[in-house]
């Protein structure tokens, strides 16, 4: 499923007193591996936002716990494209311990496009569409 992936090790503050990372810590993850993957394209993503005269919200958000993460573990935190629509697209995720590679949490998130005026949705710009598309596993 992964097009793009970034490794990140879990630090203190991301855990509780057992030592395991706290559950809405993983919906960070998303969004720290979201915003590499625009940096990796050699984009900025406010810039972005700014450039297309939208906003992304989350219109929803969904994760699996599949087993814990621990303080220091090394994880992989991969994304893919799960659905391209007119003005939303969905982002899968899937979070790995390495070197395992077990699997820790599988999600997704729905991002809608949105006027930065009128918070009303708007059709996704080509821009993001091909950089979305980017996601999208070789079949």
Sequence with gaps: MACFKLEH????RDVDLAAVVNYPRFLSY???AELEWVRS?????LGLLEEMNIWLPRAAAHCNFRAPAHLSDLLSI???????????ATVAYEIYRLPER?????????MASVSRESFKPVPLPEKLKDMLLTLKPEE
């Design 9 to 12: 090790r879990v630090p203190w």
């Design 30 to 32: 998303f969004e720290m």
């Design 41 to 45: 394209l050699g984009e900025d993503y």
């Design 78 to 88: 991969e994304i893919g494209l799960e659905r391209l629509g007119r003005s939303s």
């Design 102 to 110: 077990e699997l820790i949490v599988d999600g997704y998130v729905v």
